[in-house]
Antibody
């Protein structure tokens, strides 16, 4: 069965960096575009970034452009989100999601940016 | 950027009643690339509808989507107890944006 498992969340100070991972299994990872979507506490969903199936094309929300980098390692079936210069407003549960639209989601990992 | 507005913010209904949720876009959504997701507390979203009106795999027939251009609707014909949740619309025709969500709660 399809599984997406995020990891790497935690508490980090403003201005610091964090890297999230999403381990995929149960499907041919290299065949699918992948997204990161976040949800601030008590708020709605916000699309963060998309990477194409082969990793060539990457797209970002304006709110994270220049600070976040999406990448993937198809040999390891893993999606990444490198988050630099973190801000308090980046506090959220971060989900990885498969495909457009996204029929499969991970359970999310919480990132808290606070001093 | 296409902005999505959902109404109402909260819908209070009883089991067995019909729910009608609206999603309006600030500009036309290309090729009706509009999806609906259901999210229960503490869980990840679940895809219900894609392409404005196609049900995702395993989604019960009581869920239906309609609309085009800038106005879209999700209808739940008869609410079951497990349907009380938050519903998000998403457009994926021009980048990706989500609406703020509609909460369907028990009256």
């Amino acid at each position: 069965q399809v599984q997406l498992v995020e990891s790497g969340g935690g508490v980090v100070q403003p201005g610091r960096s964090l890297r999230l991972s999403c381990a995929a299994s149960g499907f041919v990872f290299s065949n699918y575009d992948m997204h990161w979507v976040r949800q601030a506490p008590g708020k709605g969903l916000e699309w963060v970034a998309l990477i194409s199936y082969e990793g060539r094309d990457k797209y970002y929300a304006d709110s994270v452009k220049g600070r976040f980098t999406i990448s993937r390692d198809n040999s390891k079936n893993t999606l990444y989100l490198q988050m630099n210069t973190l801000r308090p407003e980046d506090t959220a549960v971060y989900y990885c999601a498969r495909g457009t639209p996204s029929g499969y989601w991970g359970q999310g990992t919480l990132v808290t940016v606070s001093s | 950027e296409i902005v999505l507005t959902q109404s109402p913010g909260t819908l209070s209904l009883s089991p067995g009643e019909r729910a009608t949720l609206s999603c309006r876009a600030s500009q036309s959504v290309r090729s009706s690339y509009l999806a609906w997701y259901q999210q229960k507390h503490g869980q990840a979203p679940r895809l219900l509808i894609y392409g404005a009106s196609s049900r995702a795999t395993g989604i019960p027939e009581r869920f239906s989507g309609s609309g085009s251009g800038t106005d879209f609707t999700l209808t739940i014909s008869r609410l079951e107890p497990e349907d009380f949740a938050v519903y998000h619309c998403q457009q994926y025709g021009s980048s990706f944006t989500f609406g703020p969500g509609t909460k369907v709660d028990i009256k």
